[in-house]
């Protein structure tokens, strides 16, 4: 059974990215989750709250995965350092499939052997993201049909903090 990571920036986790670890677990029987360290992209959240809110948020909801890690630099290089044969990518609504296209594309020209598996999110968190997460929480709303307890609770701290 082939082994695989998800990768993403995931900042921070939702209900959206859940699903799509519980699908690619009825896949592959070893899948780690990779928080990408990219210093290009601006986050709410440094890499290893990231990884730590994700660890407890998958605890929340009973849902067991290898490992979490942090990672910088290519994907496919974590993806061999780790000896993941397969790359978990979600995809929503249409929003995600051209720059997922790209991406998958890229990747398999940097590592022909690794292979990049697509799963369609469910239907009710098809137009669920992370930023929208973000925006409803700071401008005082309920997220809790989005994201597990741990999460909002975090997301509370770090915009009184801001304030
Ligand atoms: P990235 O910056 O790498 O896109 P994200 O954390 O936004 O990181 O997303 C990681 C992966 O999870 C991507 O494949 C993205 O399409 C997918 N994803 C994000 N939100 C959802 C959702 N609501 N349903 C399904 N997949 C999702």
């Given at each position: 059974m082939p082994k695989a990571i998800y990768p993403g920036s995931f900042d921070p986790i939702t209900y959206g990215?859940?699903?799509?670890v519980e699908r690619?677990?009825?896949i592959f029987d070893d899948l780690i989750v990779g928080i990408a360290e990219?210093?290009?992209?601006e986050t709410l959240f440094s890499p290893e709250e990231r990884k730590?809110?994700?660890?407890?948020?998958?605890?929340?909801?009973?849902?067991?995965?290898?490992?979490v890690i942090t990672f910088s630099g290519l994907l496919v290089d974590c993806a061999?350092?780790?000896?993941?044969?397969s790359i978990v990518r979600?995809?929503?609504?249409?929003?995600?499939?051209?720059?997922?296209?790209?991406m998958a594309l890229t990747n398999r020209d940097l590592?022909?052997?690794t292979e990049s598996v697509f799963l369609m999110t469910a239907g009710e968190y098809s137009f669920l993201s992370s930023s929208i997460v973000k925006e409803v929480k700071n401008l005082g709303g309920d997220i809790g049909s989005f994201v597990p307890n741990v999460v909002e609770k975090r997301l509370a701290?770090?915009?009184?903090?801001q304030e």
């Open positions: 990215h859940l699903d799509i690619a677990e009825k990219n210093p290009g992209k730590e809110i994700a660890e407890l948020a998958l605890e929340e909801e009973s849902i067991e995965v290898s490992e061999k350092k780790y000896n993941r044969e979600g995809l929503r609504a249409n929003s995600d499939f051209e720059y997922e296209f790209q590592a022909p052997n701290e770090k915009f009184d903090l």
